[in-house]
Nanobody, 120 residues
């Protein structure tokens, strides 16, 4: 069984920074493309960053230049560095990973989410 666990959320003042982590654990799996999403109260879940296994990253305009996604394949961990945070970045942040298991089945896994609150 594979699990994804996010961490690193919290309360930060406007203009501040946070680094989120998404760690995959289990036995005999391969971590492929990983996405970070966020969902604010009353809003749809929004994709904020994507990274392929080879490290190619993509961002929507809303966070480009402020957020940076990276990964450590040896640790099966993906990071989201968030700078210049604003109140509108307040949301629960989730990671979603395409994982191939020992049975050669690939599907998406979700983490439990981590709350990010930007407020003075």
């Amino acid at each position: 069984q594979v699990q994804l666990v996010e961490s690193g959320g919290g309360l930060v003042q406007p203009g501040g920074s946070l680094r989120l982590s998404c760690a995959a654990s289990g036995s005999r799996f391969s971590l492929n493309t990983v996405d970070w999403y966020r969902q604010a109260p009353g809003k749809q879940r929004e994709l904020v960053a994507r990274i392929t296994r080879e490290g190619v990253a993509n961002y929507p305009v809303s966070v480009k230049g402020r957020f940076t996604i990276s990964r450590d394949n040896a640790k099966n961990t993906v990071y989201l560095q968030m700078n210049s945070l604003q109140p509108e970045d307040t949301a629960v942040y989730y990671c979603n990973a395409q994982i191939t298991t020992a049975s050669m089945t690939t599907r998406g896994y979700w983490g439990q989410g981590t709350q990010v609150t930007v407020s003075s």
